[in-house]
């Protein structure tokens, strides 16, 4: 039996714009992966707002200019940007190298509801039980476990290195940690609450943390007790603390002191021995 020719390009045609579509939603669902570290959809404000409906209340040309650059629609005067900027603590999304096919691609997705789509996972839903109950007990020892953790004198499970390596955080009044990033004592406050830390360390936007963290992942347990402690430690702190330079300055000081010392020896110890002194040592090891 024969099939007509018109048929068999209908069909091609038909099979070709199926995986086309498969295609664009699968990359739709790859350039939404970042965007988990800050925004839902339809499950509440994190670090930025919840994307459900996003693009109803935003034009399209609004939407791709500001995912392209929120910097740049903030420094034009936009009162919409700004407005956002002020709500969510003066946090800026980052700049995304998208182009405008790519942004209309992840809000396809977005809008097509599959970011929130497939059935739940019981084991999912037992750890987020746990999860939350973690959270709602607020416990001094899961503070500190979360503080242990912080500071590296518990290490996390998979090996990642210690918050405080590059971190800063005041908590009960002491100072102590990294000056290499942001200072987190008040991390709770202004990124949003459990969901902002909980985002920003599960999917970091920012490219060292990427790296530092990628092959050895913060577990979602460990990730709970951290937000605890940073919880912890913003209470503890009406505002903003300075970082305790002090000490960073003092062992400083002491590192270039030594590296001075060293370069002073070394060069002392050349200019007692000279080249006539190395001669002389080589000819009566040779004379003997």
Known sequence: MKMDSKKIILTGLLMAGIFCQNVHSQDGEVLFKPCTACHSVGGGRMV?????GVTRRRSYDWLVSFIQSSGKVIKSGDPVAAALLAEYKNVVMPDNALTADQVNLLLTYINGGKAMAGAADPKKVAL??????????????????????????????????????????????IGTGGLLAKDLTKAFSRLGGFAGIRGIIMMPPFPSMTVTYQRSPILDEENVFLQLFLKSADSQNATEPSANKSKFLRSGLVSGLLLVLSIFLVWNRRKRKSVNHAILKRQERYSM
């Open 48 to 52: 930025g707002p919840d994307l459900k």
């Open 128 to 173: 987020q039980r746990k999860l939350d109950s973690l959270l709602l007990a607020n416990s001094l020892q899961d503070i500190t476990t979360g503080q242990d953790l912080f500071t590296g004198r518990k290490r996390f499970a998979n090996g990642g290195i210690s918050c405080i390596s590059c971190h800063n955080v005041t908590y009960h009044g």
